[in-house]
């Protein structure tokens, strides 16, 4: 089962910023989208962010655009999510996501059901 290591959470005050790591072992999924979702307790599992294998392209959730960027770094196989200006709702526990399915340079997937691979989870608690 290949597995997606993440990193990088932690307990910040609000206005502070962290950054998650998800490291993938070498070339499992250097042509596939990957992405962050998250889940607060009692809530379903919802995008964060996603990018498509090539770095190209990303998509936003409404809730962390202009605060959040996602960037992949090809060669390290590696996700990051900065996340700045956090506010005490992006209190959840993060996840790292990978697609098998076909991804073209540019593409990328939103929904959870088509990412098949995830990392553990990492709790960011924002406090007000």
């Known amino acids: 089962q290949v597995q997606l290591v993440e990193s990088g959470g932690g307990l910040v005050q609000a206005g502070d910023s962290l950054r998650l790591s998800c490291t993938a072992p070498?070339?499992?999924?250097?042509?596939?989208?990957m992405g962050w979702f998250r889940q607060a307790p009692g809530k379903e599992r919802d995008l964060v962010a996603v990018?498509?294998?090539?770095?190209?392209?990303?998509y936003y959730a409404d809730s962390v655009k202009g605060r959040f960027t996602i960037s992949r770094d090809i060669a390290k196989n590696t996700v990051r999510l900065q996340m700045n200006s956090l506010k005490p709702e992006d209190t959840a526990v993060y996840y790292c996501?990978?697609?098998?399915?076909?991804?073209?340079?540019?593409?990328?997937?939103?929904?959870?059901?088509?990412?098949?691979?995830w990392g553990q989870g990492t709790q960011v608690t924002v406090s007000s």
């Open positions: 996501a990978a697609t098998s399915k076909y991804s073209s340079s540019t593409g990328y997937y939103t929904s959870r059901n088509d990412y098949d691979y």
């Open positions: 070498v070339r499992t999924f250097s042509r596939n989208a």
């Open positions: 990018i498509s294998w090539s770095a190209v392209n990303t």
